[in-house]
């Protein structure tokens, strides 16, 4: 999970920043992204794809993360994604975390820094970068970075879930499972649904 940070490093990039998302499929709510910069490479939790991890676990290795890092997490609101699309809204959420995150470090630190995003989304950034496929299960920073943009999701819809009970969104997160769908039919959309996603669902 180090062998792009190694790699990096022996260029003279030793600040990497990993940046990923959370929440591009769901039907309703945000979409997140993180920017993370590893202080410490050495874990006590688990810190690996956030997919592959239990939402305790995910939650333990976050708190780790946070106090191991520096880090920045962007929201873009379903309004925003209804408005630009789901993949310009991930973008957008991805450049202002970074961003933040640059803005925390010095002139000669942003010499040294390179930045590594999950996926193949073509990211301008003032800082040299690199996309890898399946990179939450590739390099610990993106790894940590799926983490923070996961947890923090989840706990938006489970705010969420607080204002429109009857959705369930402490259960799905937003994602198009059947309870969810069923939701939607006999509720209608609630203010937080994304209408073009619920267009192309067809419900």
Do not use: W
């Amino acid at each position: 999970m180090l062998t792009y940070e190694k790699s990096l490093k022996n260029c003279g990039y030793d600040l990497v920043i990993g940046v990923d998302e959370a929440g591009r499929g769901p039907l309703a709510g945000p979409v997140v992204a993180a920017a993370v910069l590893l202080k410490d490479f050495k874990f006590n939790n688990p810190v690996d794809d956030s997919k592959k991890l239990t939402a305790a676990a995910r939650e333990k290795a976050c708190l780790e993360i946070k106090n191991k890092s520096l880090y920045s997490i962007t929201a873009v609101s379903h309004t925003k994604i209804d408005r630009v699309n789901i993949l310009q809204a991930t973008i957008l959420a991805m450049k202002k975390s970074v961003a933040k995150l640059a803005c925390r470090l010095k002139p000669e630190e942003l010499k040294r820094a390179f930045v590594l995003i999950d996926g193949n989304m073509r990211i301008d950034l003032d800082i040299p970068c690199q996309c890898i496929i399946g990179g939450d299960g590739k390099s610990l920073s993106i790894a940590a970075a799926s983490i923070l943009a996961k947890v923090h999701r989840d706990a938006v819809m489970c705010h969420y879930d607080k204002v429109y009970p009857q959705y369930g969104f402490n259960r799905h997160k937003g994602y198009a499972t059947r309870m969810h769908k069923k939701a939607i039919k006999k509720n209608g959309p609630a203010a937080i649904h994304r209408k073009s996603f619920l267009c192309q669902e067809n419900v």
